[in-house]
């Protein structure tokens, strides 16, 4: 099931957020990701995010974070990925939305294939000034012909 977070949710979370970090992107030093810890988890808690639960809804899985049309980051449990539970989170970020972008380190290869998988576009190079790391915007966008179809269905 996918909901809006609630502040009783902030710590598993945030918990979350820093075990993906860790072991996605294991070409970054695990200080840059600690050290940011307390930042992130105040900008989640100002943030919009959905979160993934099970099926009795007592763990969170996932969840992802949105700023309007741009996605902050999905991120699920490890013992959980390979689920489906990313394509959920991002399928419900798709509803209602004409263009999606995002960031994807170049490294972490396998979520760069999903988002291709997903329909996103790299549609700039970069790199992210605060660790030296190259890293993509990526962009999905929708025709109106296929938004009026998924209006309607």
Known sequence: MIRKMKAADLDRV????????????????????????????AMISQAEVYVYTDEDKAQILG????????????????????????????????????????????????????????GFRIAEEGVDEDIGEKEYLMCRRVSNSLMKGMEQG
């Not at 902050?72 to 489906?84: D, K, L, M, N």
């Open 14 to 41: 945030a918990q979350i957020w820093l075990d993906t970090n860790l072991k996605a992107h294991d070409f970054i030093p695990p200080e840059y990701w600690k050290g940011n810890y307390d930042t992130v988890k």
């Open 63 to 118: 969840f992802i974070g949105l700023a309007e049309d741009h996605i902050a980051g999905i991120f699920v449990r490890g013992e959980a990925q390979s689920r489906g539970i990313g394509k959920a989170l991002l399928d419900h970020a798709k509803r209602g939305k004409r263009k999606l972008t995002l960031n994807v380190y170049a490294k972490n290869t396998g979520a760069v294939r999903f988002y291709q998988r997903e």
